[in-house]
């Protein structure tokens, strides 16, 4: 068994319960507003990717099926989204993000914007710039991990004469 220093312990506590209250408190934020987290995390994604199919809108979110239509029934009964039948194939419904939608985001990102800074009261920017440029490189090292890669330096397949399976194009953040 390795003996790890007493910050790598913590790190991933911290890392797991900075995100389990910022979630909560980002809830909390929002309520006024009429909607839950989940649903403002599908509605930007959406907006991003409009006219997405809703199967693959599940799998990017990697939320069930069911889950995310549930969220897109709640989302287009509040005059959110709409669901349109693919021209080419009827049996796939893709999700697009109506008029109301884009003015009530640009309300959320205002209010999301007022809970980062609120979140990020006296911390140096610098501190910030740094946390966020290790929090990305622990992405991307998951993701790495995720799809088979080795890290630079990393010689264990060689040892083995194995090759690594090549990296999948993948966007960090």
């Keep these: 068994m390795v003996d790890l220093p007493d910050w790598d312990l913590r790190l991933g506590y911290l890392i797991h319960d900075v995100s389990r209250l910022r979630r909560m408190m980002f809830d909390r934020a929002l309520a006024p507003l009429g909607i839950t987290r989940s ?32 969220l897109i029934d709640r989302l287009e009964s509040s005059g959110f989204v709409l669901r349109q039948a693919d021209p080419v194939d009827r049996r796939v419904k893709r999700v697009f993000v109506t008029k109301q939608a884009r003015g009530f985001l640009e309300k959320l990102r205002k209010e999301t914007d007022k809970f980062n800074a609120q979140i990020a009261h006296g911390i140096d920017r610098k501190a910030l710039e740094a946390t966020s440029d290790a929090l990305l ?6 993701l790495a991990m995720s799809d088979g890669s080795t890290f630079p ?16 194009s993948r966007k960090a953040a």
């Design 137 to 142: 490189a622990m992405k991307r090292n998951l």
């Design 153 to 168: 330096g990393n010689r264990e397949e060689d040892d083995f004469g194995k090759k690594g399976k090549p990296r999948k």
């Design 39 to 70: 649903q403002w995390w599908v509605l930007a994604f959406i907006s991003r990717k409009d006219g997405l199919p809703q199967t693959q809108l599940a799998n990017e979110l990697d939320v069930g099926k069911v889950g995310v239509g549930a």
